[in-house]
Structure formats: structure tokens, C-alpha cells
């Protein structure tokens, strides 16, 4: 079975606008986190933001957010007002605390169009 | 879907030895494979591009002799850390692209740790 599930290889979204990228996961682990990663066109990985399997709260960072839904074990990455330069690829991603395991989805392209 | 693997998962040595990881595409061939290295503060920072054949590209920043990569075949990356230091202690992660048009599509790594005492 897949760990990261991302449904969408591709999504449009209007500037200024937001945006939903899907992520389900799969661990067994009690003790995980759940990672977004933003990948432009130079390849480097842009840490977005993090969200840890005990925390409460769901995490955001400025323009992400995290919409933590545990019993269904996704983690859907929000993009509020979305801007030209968030065209990128988006990976999920999971980091099993104690199987010491790392996964990533497969990514979602988005495209913002002005 | 592909899979890349990568071993050992985790590995703990002492300071002054030299590690090696690999990294395997198990049902394509990968003409491009990337190392990162997880800090922290949870950014992923990318070290190296290698490219089969060739020499790997680094990153500003990431020492070389430090960080030897070989990607020796289309299916296979090494990444050794040469005279490893207590601060070398991360989770190292390859991924792979398919050889072919390039769809952007990249497949990861499961990670290695790597602890240095």
C-alpha cells in the first residue's frame, strides 16, 4: 500500500485565489510527522510546513496551512490568496518517528494563472 | 509505481569512518539522481545532483570530498561520507528521475539515517 497518496498530478488555480492539495497517508507508527515541500523549476526542496502527529492544533505557516484530519489520516495542504510564484511541484511527505522511515508522495504540479 | 531504494535505512559509526549509502531504482533506470540532507529545522537541502556517467554536480556549500558520490549505473547512486563527524548525524534521502522525456516526476528514497558518535 502506498504511505503518501497524492490524488492530484495536476492543478490550476486563479491568482488570488486558494487552493487544496490532497495528502492521505498510511503508517502504523504512533509517532509521525507529516511534512509539505515545495519543489520550482531550479529543483531544490522548499521546506513549507510541518505538522506533528500529537499536535493538537492544525499548523500554518503565513499563506499554509495544514488541515490536520487524523482518524482520516490526511493532510491537506491549503494555499490561501495564491500567488504566480507558487506554480510549483508539491510533495507530501511523512517521517515515521519510530520505524525511522521517510516517504514521499507523488507530487501535485500547480499552476497559478493570472 | 517506481521504487527507489535506499541502504542501510540506518547506520551509526564513529567519528572518523567513512559511511556509504546507496541508493536504487528497483524497476526503472534513472539517468539523474538527487541527495538531500535533512536538517532540523525539517528543510530538505539538496547536495547533489548525479548524473550517470558523469561527475555529480554539488550544491554551493556542500564539500566534495566530504560528500563523494558515484552514480556508477542507471540504476545505482552512492553517497559516502568520508571521516564523519558527530555533525554529519542526518537523515540523508535520494531521489531519482526516470530516464526518458522528462515528465518532472521524481520518486524518493525511504532515508537513511545516519548517526555519528
Known amino acids: 500500500a502506498q504511505k503518501i497518496t497524492q490524488t492530484q498530478p495536476g492543478m490550476f488555480v486563479q491568482e488570488k485565489e486558494a487552493v487544496t492539495l490532497d495528502c492521505t497517508y498510511d503508517t502504523s507508527d504512533p509517532s509521525y510527522g507529516l511534512f509539505w515541500y515545495k519543489q520550482p523549476s531550479s529543483g531544490e526542496m522548499i521546506f513549507l510546513i510541518y505538522q506533528g502527529s500529537y499536535d493538537q492544533q492544525n499548523a500554518t505557516e503565513g499563506r499554509y496551512s495544514l488541515n490536520f484530519q487524523k482518524a482520516r489520516k490526511s493532510a491537506n495542504l491549503v494555499i490561501s490568496a495564491s500567488q504566480l510564484g507558487d506554480s510549483a511541484m508539491y510533495f507530501c511527505?511523512?517521517?515515521?518517528?519510530?520505524?525511522?522511515?521517510?516517504?514521499f508522495g507523488s507530487g501535485t504540479k500547480l499552476n497559478v494563472k493570472p | 509505481g517506481a521504487v527507489v531504494s535506499q541502504h542501510p535505512s540506518r547506520v551509526i559509526c564513529k567519528s572518523g569512518t567513512s559511511v556509504k549509502i546507496e541508493c536504487r531504482s528497483l524497476?526503472?533506470?534513472?539517468?539523474?539522481m538527487f541527495w538531500y540532507r535533512q536538517f532540523p529545522k525539517k528543510s530538505l537541502m539538496l547536495m547533489a545532483t548525479s548524473n550517470e556517467g558523469s561527475k555529480a554536480t554539488y550544491e554551493q556549500g556542500v564539500e566534495k570530498d566530504k560528500f563523494l558520490i558515484n552514480h556508477a549505473s542507471l540504476t545505482l547512486s552512492t553517497l559516502t561520507v568520508t571521516s564523519a563527524h558527530p555533525e554529519d548525524s542526518s537523515f540523508y534521502i535520494c531521489?531519482?528521475?526516470?530516464?526518458?522525456?522528462?515528465?518532472?516526476?521524481?520518486?524518493f528514497g525511504e532515508g537513511s539515517r545516519l548517526t555519528v558518535l
Open positions: 531521489s531519482a528521475r526516470k530516464q526518458g522525456p522528462d515528465t518532472g516526476e521524481l520518486f
Open positions: 511527505a511523512m517521517r515515521e518517528h519510530n520505524f525511522n522511515k521517510f516517504y
Open positions: 524497476d526503472f533506470q534513472a539517468t539523474t
